[in-house]
C-alpha cells in the first residue's frame, strides 16, 4: 500500500526529471525480481498501446489502465464488486501510473 501510495503522488509531480527519478527510486527499492516482472509487463502494455491502432483493437493505454488496474493496485478496488465514480477516478490515476 505505500508504494502505491507513493506511485500514485508521483503523478503529481510536475517536473518529468524529477517524476523520472521518483519512479526510479521507487522501482530500485524493490526486490529484483519483482523489477524483472514490472519491466516485462509494462514493456508488454506498452507494445499492445502502440500496436492497438494498428491492429485496431482499441487497447489504448487508458484502456489497459483501466483493464489491469484492479489487479495491480489495490486501491483501485472497492468493498464490492461494482465500479463506483470514485473507483473510476483510481483507474484514471492508475492508467498514469502504468504510463511512466
Known amino acids: ?25 521507487l522501482m530500485t527499492s524493490l526486490p529484483v ?7 516485462l509487463l509494462f514493456g508488454t502494455f506498452r507494445v499492445i498501446a ?10 489504448t493505454a487508458q484502456a489497459l489502465g483501466v483493464s489491469v488496474a484492479p489487479s495491480f493496485f489495490h486501491t483501485c478496488v472497492s468493498a464490492g464488486k461494482t465500479a463506483r465514480m470514485e ?14
Open 87 to 100: 473507483d473510476v477516478e483510481r483507474f484514471k490515476h492508475a492508467t498514469k501510473a502504468t504510463s511512466y
Open 33 to 39: 525480481y519483482s523489477q524483472h516482472l514490472l519491466v
Open 50 to 59: 502502440t500496436n492497438s491502432v494498428v491492429n485496431e483493437t482499441n487497447m
Open 1 to 25: 500500500p505505500a508504494n502505491e501510495a507513493a506511485l500514485f503522488n508521483m503523478i503529481n509531480i510536475e517536473d518529468p526529471q524529477e517524476q523520472l527519478k521518483s519512479v526510479n527510486r
